[in-house]
Nanobody, 126 residues
Framework: QVQLVESGGGLVQAGASLRLSCAAS????????MGWFRQAPGKERELVAA????????YYADSVKGRFTISRGNAGTTVFLQMNSLKPENTAVFRC???????????????????WGKGTLVTVSS
């Protein structure tokens, strides 16, 4: 069994920062790409950021470039999403995901994601 557990969401004002964490347990996820998806009411689920197992390949959605940073913990079992300069349009449920494919394929492979976290809610007020 593999479990992904997110934390760090909350209610903040525009311009504030949050750091989301995703902890993996159950078995090793070596070679898996890890990413964060967001889903807001009435919107399609989209990939916000992703990182390869080694950390050498990183993807960001255009809307978050320069504001969000994805990283892995030293042990490789935790992935973080540092979110700065948050905007109301960032309000969404953020879900951690593990994917056996490549970072570049992750955003178009939502139906092939191997493991999902339950999500953490980020709410940004004006």
């Amino acid at each position: 069994q593999v479990q992904l557990v997110e934390s760090g969401g909350g209610l903040v004002q525009a311009g504030a920062s949050l750091r989301l964490s995703c902890a993996a347990s159950g078995r090793a996820l070596s070679s898996y790409s890890m990413g964060w998806f967001r889903q807001a009411p009435g919107k399609e689920r989209e990939l916000v950021a992703a990182i390869s197992w080694s950390g050498g390949t990183i993807y960001y959605a255009d809307s978050v470039k320069g504001r969000f940073t994805i990283s892995r913990g030293n042990a490789g079992t935790t992935v973080f999403l540092q979110m700065n300069s948050l905007k109301p349009e960032n309000t969404a449920v953020f879900r951690c995901a593990a994917f056996s494919g490549t970072v570049r394929a992750m955003g178009s492979s939502v139906n092939a994601i191997d493991y999902w976290g339950k999500g953490t809610l980020v709410t940004v007020s004006s």
